[in-house]
């Protein structure tokens, strides 16, 4: 079945404690993103990455770290995490080939609260 | 940047229609989509359009795409209580975007009351 996993789904830490968000695709897609969902602002783009070892910034990359070593993973990291990250966090990969973009297929989302 | 704009709520009764509206500004977009969001749930894609047609019908839902006007909408008809989540507009930009990026609006509460 084609999916994209996060772990873990929900989580609440504290103010300054390292965290990861870990993401996997099984569909060998070479575009994988990370989003945050807040109420009233709907879905923003955090980071980005077209394929291993190739990411970059989306609208809202501070405080914020990622990586893509394999192709199927691409881990969000917050270093030290603050309040203002307590947020709704989806992942979503694709084709992402040309103009003819795939629809983007999206985890089930991990809920974070930063105390 | 791309900017996509959806009014935020919109309540019907159940077996109504149901239209949500979306206006977008990146006219070179190639793709546009609509995306569920169930309570707890990530976003389920809907359907999707492509740029260089006005009309998709798939069963319930019907897309129409103006794309003079830059205006995308989404009925479901004979709307029912499984209805009710939130519907997102998503664009894929074009021209300079980044390939495979979408830009989205905020999303439409739909409530269906029975």
């Known amino acids: 079945e084609a999916q994209v996993t996060q772990n873990p789904r929900y989580l609440i830490t504290v103010t300054g404690k390292k965290l990861t968000v870990t993401c996997s695709q099984n569909?060998?897609?070479?575009?994988m993103s990370w989003y945050r969902q807040d109420p009233g602002l709907g879905l923003r783009q955090i980071y980005y990455?077209?394929?291993?070892?190739?990411?970059d910034k989306g609208d809202v990359p501070e405080g914020y770290k990622v990586s893509r070593k394999e192709k199927r993973n691409f881990p969000l990291i917050l270093e030290s995490p603050s309040p203002n990250q307590t947020s709704l966090y989806f992942c979503?990969?694709?084709?992402?080939?040309?103009?003819?973009?795939?629809?983007?297929?999206f985890g089930d989302g991990t809920r974070l609260s930063i105390l | 940047g791309e900017d996509v704009e959806q009014s935020l709520f919109l309540s019907v009764r159940e077996g109504d229609s149901s239209v949500i509206n979306c206006t977008y500004t990146?006219?070179?977009?190639?793709?546009l989509y609509w995306y569920k969001q169930e309570p707890g749930a990530g976003l389920q894609l809907l359907t999707y359009?492509?740029?260089?047609?006005d009309m998709k019908q798939d069963q319930r839902l019907t897309v129409l795409l103006n794309k003079k006007d830059k205006h995308l909408s989404l009925r479901i008809a004979d709307t029912q209580t499984g209805d009710s989540a939130i519907y997102f507009c998503?664009?894929?930009?074009?021209?300079?975007?980044?390939?495979?990026?979408?830009?989205f609006g905020r999303g439409t509460q739909l409530t269906v009351w029975p």
């Open positions: 569909m060998n897609h070479e575009y």
């Open positions: 990146d006219s070179s977009s190639t793709y």
């Open positions: 990455s077209m394929n291993v070892e190739v990411t």
């Open positions: 998503a664009e894929s930009g074009g021209g300079g975007s980044t390939l495979g990026r979408l830009y």
């Open positions: 359009i492509f740029s260089n047609m």
């Open positions: 979503a990969s694709s084709k992402g080939q040309g103009v003819d973009n795939q629809p983007q297929h």
